[in-house]
């Protein structure tokens, strides 16, 4: 595993990787630049550098990257929970034109979900092991990273809990329902709303192959949170909602405990098209997955 970071060296108190420069200091001197796996960026903050802790994976949005939002990271290591954020494929560190938008969106699923397992098991090997405690894993992610979080859950794994935001699980239903969702659209310089179907055709096949839905037999019962706004204008509530409530079935079936699926929404947040963070409810956001982690990570 090797450092790559604006700066030539390895992050250290004093000497901050220019991709940390919205970070404040309390995160900065607590995180390094790192690549994992199959050439994966990745973003690795941890509370101490002393004590073995348990990591949370975190899979970012489309078009954006992973040093965004560093409160979340920062709320996290002051509870005593490292993070491992990565780039998208095509985005961050690895950008490719083209890649942030939703034309690129199933290529972007389809190689991230295959990496997800080297970039966990490269950091188990890697200098910062002792550090890192892959035993107490967890996975979340935004949005798109959201989704491959979810299609990732459908197959053997070793994480403890799962936390997504701004997501969905039922890809058919988001692309192809009768589900609608409200697109921001630009009319003689005005801001106006106007109800849409999905705006990218994508085969239909793929989308299947990579929607959590159509392999829950496979998802194994653990803890779970899944937070949303249900005016979100991206990502539509009601083919997450259907996708929870499909989960619930699946774990009763199992025999396991559906309580132990938590989904978090408000009727709206202000958050720019109801998607991008969650407005005037961010806080409290954070907050709910921090203690999620916290229950299911620290106090298990």
Known sequence: MRAVCD????????????????????????AVLTRLGPDVPALLAHPDGE???????????????????????LRWIRSGIAACAIDLPGHGERTIEGWNGPEHTLDVLEQVIGEIDDVIDDLSRSEHAHLYDTSRVAIGGMSA??????????????????????????????????????????????????????????????????????HLSGFDPIPFLAIHSEADRVVPFDAQAKFIDALRSHYERSGSDASMIEFVHWTETGAPDEHNGFGNRANDAKNAQTSFFVKHLLER
């Not at 060296?9 to 991709?19: E, K, L, Q, T, Y």
Request: hydrophobic share 35%; proline share 8%.
């Open 7 to 30: 700066d030539p060296v390895m992050h250290v108190p004093g000497n901050i990787p220019a991709r940390f420069s919205q970070f404040p200091k309390s995160l900065s001197d607590r």
């Open 51 to 73: 004590t073995p802790v348990p990591v949370v994976l975190w899979l970012h949005g489309r078009s954006v990257f992973k040093e965004l939002d560093p409160g979340r990271y």
């Open 145 to 214: 990273g959201g989704m491959a979080a979810l299609r990732r859950l459908c197959e053997p794994h070793r994480f403890a809990c799962a936390a997504v935001e701004a997501t969905c699980g039922d890809l058919e239903t988001m692309y192809f329902g009768d589900s609608e969702r409200v697109v921001r659209t630009r009319t003689d310089d005005a801001d106006t709303d106007r109800r849409s179907s999905w705006p990218i055709v994508h085969d239909r096949e793929r989308v299947l192959k990579l929607s959590a839905m159509e």
